[in-house]
C-alpha cells in the first residue's frame, strides 16, 4: 500500500516562488511609497483649507386659519415651509485681501441638502490673519456668523477651517 503524501508536498516549488513574488511586491511597494519624494505644496509654503457642510434656512409661512381648518387633524402644522434650502453666502478674507466669495448652493436634486464648501489655499508660511463671513438666512440683513483668527502656519503644514453648526461658530484644527 502507497503513503498519502500531503498535497502541499508536491507544490512546495510553486509555494516557494509564490512566496517570493509576494515579498518582492511588498517590498517595490514599501520603496515606491517613500520615493519620489512628493509635497502637495511649494517649498517653505503651506495650506489652508477651508472645508465645511452646513444647510441654509427653509422659507417659511404661516397658514391661514382656513388653511388649516381645510387639512384634516393630523396634517395641521401652523406652519408650510418649502422642500427647497437657501444658499449660503460665504466670505473669506486673507491678511485684509478678500479671497473668496460666493453663493454656496445646496445639495440634492430638490435643493434641499447641506452646502458644502472646500477650498484650499496656499500661503506663504508665517503669520495671517483670517476673516470668515457666513449668511445662511436670506432674510437676514447682514452675516449671521463671522470669525476671525490670527494663525501662524508652518512650512508645509495644513490648518482647516471648518464650522460647527451646534455651537454656530467657525474653529481651526
Same mark, same amino acid.
Given at each position: 500500500?502507497?503513503? /498519502?503524501? +500531503?498535497? @502541499? *508536498? ?6 516557494? !516562488? ?7 511586491? #511588498? $517590498? ?5 511609497? /517613500?520615493? +519620489?519624494? @512628493? *509635497? ?6 503651506? !495650506? ?7 444647510? #441654509? $434656512? ?28 437657501? $444658499? ?86
Amino acid at each position: 500500500m502507497t503513503e /498519502a503524501v +500531503p498535497f @502541499w *508536498q508536491g507544490r512546495i516549488r510553486h509555494l516557494a !516562488l509564490g512566496g517570493a513574488l509576494t515579498l518582492a511586491l #511588498g $517590498a517595490a511597494t514599501a520603496v515606491l511609497s /517613500a520615493r +519620489p519624494a @512628493w *509635497q502637495s505644496v511649494a517649498p517653505g509654503d503651506g !495650506l489652508l483649507r477651508l472645508s465645511f457642510t452646513h444647510s #441654509g $434656512a427653509r422659507v417659511c409661512r404661516d397658514r391661514t386659519p382656513e388653511e388649516l381648518a381645510a387639512l384634516p387633524r393630523n396634517m395641521r402644522t401652523a406652519q408650510l415651509c418649502e422642500r427647497a434650502r437657501s $444658499a449660503v453666502r460665504v466670505e473669506l478674507d486673507i491678511d485684509g485681501v478678500a479671497v473668496f466669495s460666493d453663493d454656496v448652493s445646496p445639495s440634492g436634486l430638490a435643493d434641499s441638502g447641506p452646502s458644502r464648501v472646500y477650498q484650499r489655499f496656499e500661503l506663504a508660511a508665517g503669520a495671517h490673519r483670517i476673516t470668515l463671513r457666513m449668511r445662511d438666512d436670506p432674510a437676514a440683513d447682514d452675516f449671521t456668523q463671522r470669525a476671525e483668527f490670527d494663525v501662524v502656519l508652518d512650512p508645509g503644514k495644513s490648518i482647516a477651517v471648518d464650522f460647527d453648526a451646534t455651537t454656530g461658530r467657525f474653529f481651526i484644527h
